[in-house]
């Protein structure tokens, strides 16, 4: 049996779930079984749990239903618990290095008590740990293990079920259960107090409690503040039967008091009249009703409120709290409503807010009116043909305008006619921001489609990287941003897990695969051989494209290879593609190897997907490029002659050099013999690639776009969208030349 058995409930905590596995399966103290209580063994929290559970035989996994809710999946836990003591983490926690040797400790030296509180801090999802919670239950603390009524600060509300270990026999024993619906912590920490015989502390921080940037539900606004009611129902009930005494009830009522009177004070928490009059009227009978005999209210502000709460003076208590707040946000001055109305005359996006949105307008942009591009342009492609009723309209720099295809409705960014659609869609699509400037207005729906997958840090984690944070601008006005999202796409659980830390929000991770991507599937050896001849590039040639990223610490692009003396070794049997980073524009001082036929500019061309169709292996150093391209199972060639730099200014998430994708070279001559011997296309850069598709090509199958679409356009719940194929099955366009790719293999037709 082990000493510690630590319920970890997965639900929607992907992002942050890696760590929290991480930081109980690497405690020195190792007699532990981790149980992972899951809602989907096929979803993201449940492959990995999965993979770490393959990895770590002390991991249980065990399903609860969404609906159970937090409640319903520690209960599970502790169902399927066999260890001596009992602790919860949420998902997005972290145990504290050595928390588990201190708790043992702690437990031994008192006894072995029923339950053992110690101390968490909350960590602020971007400001960081705001120090010690709890030290209130330190002041003046008996030193040993002791009942709950010879300790003057407990029962404490406020202490939340990761803040306690509870010997597993006193809870099944009591059969202690987690009440469903929210707030349950507040009665599962009373109940336990009230039970157990013997009480211990330990005054250290054990756990990092993650405050997330969209809030706690328990302060979010709707009906489930109802379930506070109940909680203080409850609780005093538990307190009157099993501790009637009379300083131990006055210290709960109190504190259930003041959570009751947080909420009836706080209108944004129920944000309709009714609700707010129905949960007053039930908090003042039972306020009433478990009041203790003797009870002395507070003084001042707080005590008026209690009297107030129990004469059930709604409307009393709405003065007394709200009058102020209601007069600020009611009466504006004249000169305030004269300025929003010149305004509204002056800027014609204004005006056009007031017009109604129009259910059948879907705008898209790419990389900020570059044209027709990435993931937008292929959502559109596919809108065109699954949703005829939507009108799909591009937005297009000036500059660009003229490159637009034909039959594609386009808007110059900047004209009055791009602030009127802008005003008016209701749907709008980009793979970067929209300006500060757009509006979200009500039931409108935005998606951010992206445009690669992760290796460089990316949004607030950019924090600790001077050079790439300033180059990203201000993290309050990018939050902002994200606050516009309803949907972010995601190709692998890679991205997933990432784009929730990087871009916190309240948006719904649509992992459906790269839109963009869907060419390398439904592309023909024909359009592989056309594209070819459009950019020139012979057919007795063997394409290699070189496709740099962007450094934040230079200015101007500059070629990490002599790409002149690169073409010259190479020989007359490669040409070289070179695709510049769209932030640089042209090749100065490359002409003599463009002369030659060596070397073809494509920096220009507006397709990425086309470029790396046309080309029969890859090579870049830290570009995106390398994750879409490994869906076409090409060689790739990563030359990393700068590694440790951009590792150490740019940030990354992951070990390039220990995980990737083919062959790697670290200087020019590396370079140079990788392709001269043959290595780049050998048995062991074939495995490598697998690996790496294995990992980064999951959701990429050539029905990404269908799948946007149908989810956002169409309204189709995500359980309705087609399967993701299997990486195995799938079929991608093939190269024009025989080299080391994966043979195709044949599956049945699907239907589009």
């Known amino acids: 049996m082990s000493r510690f058995s630590v319920v970890v409930p997965t639900h929607e905590t992907g992002g942050r779930l890696p760590g929290c596995l991480d930081s109980v399966l690497g405690q020195a103290f190792a007699d532990i079984e981790l149980i992972a209580v899951v809602s989907d063994p096929e979803g993201l929290c449940g492959s990995i749990v999965a993979a770490r559970a393959d990895a770590d035989p002390r991991i249980k996994v065990v399903q609860s239903p969404p609906a159970d809710g937090l409640a319903g999946a520690r209960n599970a836990g502790i169902a399927a618990a066999e260890g001596e003591f009992l602790l919860f983490l949420d998902g997005d926690d972290t145990l504290v290095p050595d928390a588990l040797a201190a708790i043992d400790a702690r437990l031994k030296e008192t006894g072995d008590p029923d339950l053992l509180l110690f101390d968490h801090e909350r960590v602020h999802w971007y400001a960081g740990g705001k120090g010690p ?22 029962p404490d509300v406020l202490v939340p079920a990761w803040s306690a270990a509870c010997r597993r026999t006193f809870v099944t024993g009591h059969e202690l259960v987690f009440p469903p619906g929210m707030f349950t912590d507040m009665e599962w920490i009373v109940a336990a107090a009230l039970h157990a015989e013997r009480i211990a502390l330990l005054d250290r921080v054990c756990v990092r409690h993650l405050l997330r940037r969209q809030g706690s539900r328990n302060r979010a606004p709707g009906a489930h503040h109802l379930d506070l009611l109940d909680r203080f129902d409850a609780v005093m009930r538990q307190a009157v039967e099993l501790k009637p005494y009379a300083p131990l009830l006055g210290r709960l009522f109190d504190g259930m008091a003041q959570e009751v009177l947080s909420t009836a004070a706080s209108p944004w928490r129920l944000p309709d009249a009714a609700l707010r009059r129905r949960y007053f009227k039930r908090a003042s009978r039972l306020y009433r009703q478990h009041r203790p005999v003797g009870h002395e209210r507070p003084r001042g502000h707080l005590g008026l409120e209690h009297a107030l709460l129990a004469s059930g003076s709604h409307v009393a208590f709405r003065a007394l709290r709200g009058t102020k707040r209601g007069l600020d946000s009611t009466v504006q001055p004249a000169r305030d409503r004269i300025r929003r109305l010149r305004r509204r005359y002056d800027d014609p996006y204004q005006a056009f807010l007031t017009r109604p949105v129009d259910e059948n307008l879907a705008v898209f942009s790419s990389y900020w009116g570059r044209g027709y591009t990435c993931n937008p342009a292929a959502i559109a492609t ?112 890679h991205s ?64 990490q290879l002599d790409l002149a003396a690169f073409c010259a070794a190479l020989g007359d049997e490669f040409v070289v593609l070179l695709r510049a980073h769209h932030f640089y524009e042209g090749t100065a001082g490359l002409e003599e190897a463009k002369h030659s036929g060596a070397l073809i500019d494509v920096t220009a061309h507006r397709s990425p997907e086309e470029v790396c169709l046309a080309a029969d292996a890859l090579i870049t150093d830290y570009s995106s490029i390398m994750f879409d391209y490994a869906n076409l199972d090409r060689p790739i060639v990563v030359y990393a002659d700068d590694w440790d730099v951009y590792r150490e200014t740019r940030g990354v998430y992951f070990d390039l050099l220990a995980e990737p994708p083919g062959a790697v070279a670290r200087t020019q001559d590396e370079l140079t013999r990788v392709f001269l011997s043959g290595e780049w296309e050998d048995e062991r850069t074939g495995r490598l690639r697998a690996a790496f598709r294995e990992r980064f090509c999951e959701f990429d199958d050539g029905r990404a776009a269908e799948r946007v679409v149908r989810r956002v356009l169409l309204g189709e719940p995500a359980e309705a969208l087609p399967p993701v194929v299997p990486l195995h099955e799938r079929i991608p366009a093939p190269a024009a030349h025989r080299t080391g790719a994966a043979l195709s293999r044949v599956v049945p037709a699907r239907e589009p």
Not at 136 to 143: D, E, M
Not at 409 to 414: D, L, P, R, T, W
Not at 524 to 533: F, H, K, S, Y
Not at 544 to 558: E, G, I, Q, S
């Open 496 to 559: 997933t897990e990432v784009w929730e830390r990087a871009y916190p929000g309240a948006y719904e991770s649509l992992d459906v695969g790269y839109p963009r991507n869907d060419a390398f599937y439904s592309s023909t050896a024909e359009d592989v051989a056309a594209i070819r001849r459009r950019l020139g590039v012979p057919d007795d040639r063997i394409a290699v494209l070189y496709a740099p990223t962007h450094r934040d610490y230079r200015k101007d692009f500059a070629a």
């Open 382 to 493: 596919a809108a065109r043909r699954l949703a005829p009723h939507i009108r799909t309209v591009f937005l297009v720099a000036e500059d660009n305008a003229a490159q637009m295809p034909e039959g594609v409705e386009s808007v110059v960014i900047g004209s009055p006619r791009y602030w009127e659609v802008m005003a008016t869609a209701k749907y709008t699509f980009n793979n970067v921001n929209f300006e500060m400037a757009v509006r979200k207005r009500p039931g409108t729906v935005h998606v951010q489609t992206q445009h690669g997958t992760p290796l460089k840090r990316m949004g607030v984690d950019q924090v600790e990287f001077p050079a790439a944070a300033a180059a990203s601008g201000s993290f309050r006005k990018l939050l902002h941003r994200v606050d516009r999202w309803d949907f972010n796409i995601s190709s692998n659980r």
């Open 133 to 154: 919670a709890l030290e209130r239950l330190w002041k003046g603390a008996p030193a040993g293990a002791v009942p709950v009524e010879q300790h003057s600060a407990l």
